[in-house]
């Protein structure tokens, strides 16, 4: 038997907070991959801390369902799911290279393979593309765009701001767009002057969150002036300075993202090859270019 | 299904069966067979298998909780609690499953019955408040996933953050659930409900105090831990009450201040337990630390008696949740809307304070 927890943080006050995670997760259910799958939360129920106790299986693959490796990856859930001895040297990460460790839970008895979070695995570079296509409705997009991956910054954290970096280097390399940025909320280069970063007439924004909320509803589209409140929302795409934004919300809301998770299983040995097989044909650009 | 109960219990033999009154003990090849105390012998498979089929209930009793419900101890019991198994014979309880067993869990109604002679169960699930609603008045849903999204909001459309707060939605039922769905629509109404109950029940619910609990917060929440000064446990006490409330969760509080510690506050009367404080609880207190670090000032207000009971009034009202319920020309109720309106067009000056007194003198 095995089993995925998919650990995220959830709200007490947005409810759509915790839609993707329910939604990545009943892809992988419907994979059939794993004999269970269950959805856990810092700030909703089940929590951290009981979530283990609800898996029959006794070997269970713990997913993190967070943008980067820090505060709530390195102690919050290894704190919380009571994993023994656990220590972040364990994952060797310079802050975007999070593999994965077995360790028993302390209350369960459990064997748990916790693995880093979705946010810094390679595979994100492509749901931050599939992003680009859905919100373009184009599966080629690329040339003559330019692409701005969007972060928190470093406020609480400063591999927050790696994982953006990485994944804007990375996808920078493959040569498909005109111009890749990693842009910020709080730091430079800043998410405001977003038009000044970019010479392509059209900009791709992708901010990676894991869900829509204050941030990528609110603060993101006014900083960018896509409106002046957000109540009255903005068209996509939307004139700005001479360039036309095409803003895509939380990467965390593309269907692919279930392919994520399934990667961080698989790279910590889950038997999922199959289930990956079947959740990219579902949610990849092949099933996007269809529609 | 008797046939494929008889073909495993005749196997299951070998190794002697005991449960719910059916004794089967093998002896030098051949079989004891006691039912509900009457016993017989069997020299032979075949013997056995003729001698217990003349007592089917106890043959698909059987293979239902050894072959059919689900075998993680936790959900097995939660099953036998549902139908009563430990406290009734299987004659008894087959005769009451016929017409369907209902147990009630938070505010869900649960009940059990037999669909078949083969001793299939069948689990309906609603609201306890749609106990008499007509089946075809309810939203009818078959899939256990979709409990997550009715405990999303309550019947006004407000979020709920704390899935066992009593504002469960009504409107729908799960009509036909197996033994496995049912527990997995529950764990989705009230997740580690049932795996707590368990826990509790076994002796081994591992209670994680106030004390503890705020020691072990880091970042934003650390800030709890000093609202321990060693000053006792009062604070808590005032927690427990605004939160832990029957009428605002219905868990069952087990935690305490401490190991040596009882909170004076009584934990409720639900089903299954709380084993630590939540994260909405830690949430308010690390509010509650910040405002309870300020020291308190002399303020003088002049109030007639009826406005010093109206303001306590209001406060009741808001405390407990009762504002939406005072109807709009109910001038009689202190925490009525038009009452509190003139209250504060007497009473606040412009910039809102209080009988004009600042809050920072």
């Excluded at chain 1, 993707?20 to 259910?29: C, N, Q, S």
Aim: aromatic share 8%; net charge negative; with cysteine.
């Amino acid at each position: 038997m095995q089993a995925l927890v998919i650990a995220a943080h959830g709200s007490h006050l947005n409810a759509g907070s915790s839609t993707p995670t329910f939604e990545h997760a009943d892809t992988i259910r419907a994979a059939g991959a794993f004999d269970e799958v269950r959805e856990s939360f810092w700030k909703e129920e089940p929590p951290f801390r009981e979530v283990l106790r609800t898996v029959d299986a006794d070997e269970v693959h713990v997913v993190p369902l967070f943008i980067s490796e820090g505060y709530f990856t390195e102690q919050v859930i290894p704190r919380e799911f009571r994993l023994e001895g656990w220590d972040p040297e364990q994952w060797d990460s310079d802050g975007t290279s999070a593999s994965s460790t077995t360790l028993p839970a302390s209350d369960t008895g459990q064997t748990v393979h916790y693995c880093g979070p979705v946010g810094t695995h390679d595979a994100m570079s492509d749901v931050i593309v599939q992003r680009a296509e859905s919100v373009t409705d184009d599966p080629d997009v690329g040339e003559g765009f330019g692409l701005a991956v969007v972060g928190h910054g470093t406020e609480r954290n400063e591999n927050s701001a790696k994982a953006i970096e990485y994944h804007a280097q990375e996808i920078g390399e493959r040569g498909r767009f005109d111009e890749v940025k990693a842009l910020f909320m709080d730091e430079d280069p800043e998410i405001d002057d977003v038009t000044e970063y970019f010479e392509s007439e059209d900009i791709v924004v992708v901010p990676l969150f894991i869900a829509d909320g204050y941030h990528t509803e609110e603060d993101i589209p006014e900083d960018m002036g896509l409106t002046d409140d957000y109540r009255t929302g903005y068209d996509v795409p939307t004139e700005v300075d001479g360039h036309r934004i095409w803003y895509s919300g939380a990467v965390g809301t593309e269907p692919l993202m279930a392919d994520v998770v399934l990667e961080r299983a698989a790279d910590a040995g889950a038997d999922v090859t199959d289930a990956i097989e079947q959740v990219k044909a579902e949610t990849g650009s092949a099933h996007a270019s269809s529609d | 299904m008797l046939d494929e109960s008889l073909d495993a219990l005749v196997t299951a033999a070998n190794d002697g069966i005991t449960f719910d009154g059916l004794e089967v003990t093998p002896t030098n090849g051949s079989y004891t067979v006691a039912v509900d105390g009457e016993s017989a012998t069997a020299a032979t498979d075949a013997e056995l298998r003729s001698l217990v089929s003349d007592h089917p209930d106890h043959v698909t009793n059987w293979y239902f909780w050894h072959a059919v419900a689900p075998q993680k101890q936790d959900r097995w019991s939660f099953l036998r609690w549902l139908e009563g198994a430990n406290e009734r014979a299987v004659a008894d309880r087959y005769e009451r499953l016929e017409a369907g067993i209902v147990e009630t869990w938070g505010q869900l109604r649960i009940e059990v019955a037999l669909v078949d002679t083969d001793g299939n169960r069948r689990y309906s699930l609603r609201h306890e408040d749609d106990a008499g609603v007509p089946g075809e008045e309810l939203d009818t849903h078959t899939d256990p996933l979709d409990a997550r999204t009715l405990a999303k909001h309550d019947d006004d459309g407000r979020y709920r953050p704390l899935k066992t707060a009593p504002s469960l939605q009504t409107g729908w039922q799960f009509p036909d659930l197996t033994a496995d769905q049912v527990v997995s629509a529950v764990d989705f109404f009230y997740p580690a409900t049932s795996s707590n109950w368990h826990k509790e029940r076994e002796g081994e619910l591992d209670v994680s105090h106030w004390h503890e609990t705020v020691e072990r917060q880091t970042g934003i929440y650390g800030v709890v831990e000093t609202w321990d000064r060693g000053e006792g446990y009062e604070h808590v006490n005032w927690v427990a009450e605004a939160c832990c409330d029957d009428s605002q969760c219905l868990k069952r509080r087990e935690w305490q201040y401490d190991e040596e510690t009882e909170l004076d506050i009584d934990g409720g009367d639900g089903s299954f337990p709380c084993r630590e404080p939540c994260s909405l609880v830690i949430s308010a207190a690390r509010k509650w630390t910040k405002l309870e670090g300020e020291q308190p000032a002399t303020y003088e207000f002049e109030l007639t008696p009826s406005e010093k009971e109206q303001i306590e009034a209001i406060i009741d009202a808001v405390a407990e949740g009762k504002t939406e319920e005072i109807r709009e020309a109910d001038v009689y109720d202190d925490a009525n809307r038009y009452r509190t309106r003139f209250l504060r067009a007497k009473l606040f000056d412009d910039e809102g304070n209080l009988c004009g007194v600042d809050t920072e003198q």
